[in-house]
């Protein structure tokens, strides 16, 4: 266990660097950047080092390990972030343990995780997934940027649901740099509306560098801190 926890230490140390110096060239104070470990496929004991390395978010993307981890680690304090596609059947139970779902990207999810945070009592900050695929590309999650107005007003009209602002993933296959651009642009005219929702969840292990330098507040990173996968998933 003290070897896993020195890798986990030496890459999270590279990682945060990696986020200081993408701030120091964004003119950028490092402390407006928190860092989202995404734990998935990684067992629970991974999760107590990593808490016990002082980190204080971390990341799922599938509900049954995302609900069994977060039970198991119940006691560490953290703040549980649903990161992956949400299927409307599973999001009343995603709101009972997640502190944050970062992707709604339909209406159809609003209904269901404000019912899940008023059975649990439990408030949930709220992101809206956006997509930046170009006009006629294969879309992959996300609403589109015309919609999120609804969608907004959707939410704040929900109870215990607290819209904190958006997240996106850069298209596969495209410059980075690029679609962070776009993204910043859609943020500013969003966060007029709707002051309150600073927050800009972008960037992950390959292309932080870019989404810190275009305003990303949180940046979701998993194999730059855990390692590969694990090949049994």
């Known amino acids: ?16 660097r990696r986020i200081a110096d993408a701030c120091a060239g964004a003119g950028r104070d490092p402390d407006e950047v928190s860092l989202v470990v995404v734990t998935k496929f990684f067992p629970a004991s991974d999760v107590r080092l990593l808490a016990d390395l002082g980190v204080t ?8 390990e995302a609900e069994a981890k977060a039970a198991e680690c119940a006691d560490l304090g953290l703040r549980w972030h649903f990161i992956g596609g949400l299927q409307s059947n599973k999001a009343a139970a995603v709101a009972r343990y997640a502190d944050v779902v970062e992707s709604v990207d339909r209406a159809k999810l609003v209904g269901p995780l404000s019912r899940g945070a008023h059975d649990s009592s439990h408030e949930v900050d709220v992101l809206l997934q956006v997509s930046l695929d ?3 590309a294969d879309k992959r999650s996300g609403a ?5 107005a609804d ?7 929900a109870g215990m649901l607290r819209l904190r602002g958006l997240m996106a993933v850069a298209p596969l296959g495209e410059d980075p740099d690029a679609a962070f651009v776009r993204l910043a642009g859609i943020r500013a005219e969003f ?11 972008a960037g992950m292990s390959g292309d932080l560098e870019a989404a810190v330098t ?3 507040t949180h940046v979701r990173v998993g194999s730059a801190v855990l390692g590969p996968r694990p090949a049994v998933q």
Do not use: F
């Open 151 to 157: 969608l907004a007003r959707r939410v704040e009209e």
């Open 1 to 16: 266990m003290s070897a896993r926890r020195d890798e986990l230490a030496a890459n999270l140390e590279t990682v945060r």
């Open 191 to 201: 966060v007029r509306d709707h002051p309150g929702a600073t927050v800009l969840s």
């Open 57 to 64: 978010d971390v990341g799922e993307n599938r509900h049954q």
């Open 134 to 136: 170009p006009p006629g």
């Open 144 to 148: 589109a940027p015309a919609d999120l």
């Open 214 to 216: 275009r305003g990303a």
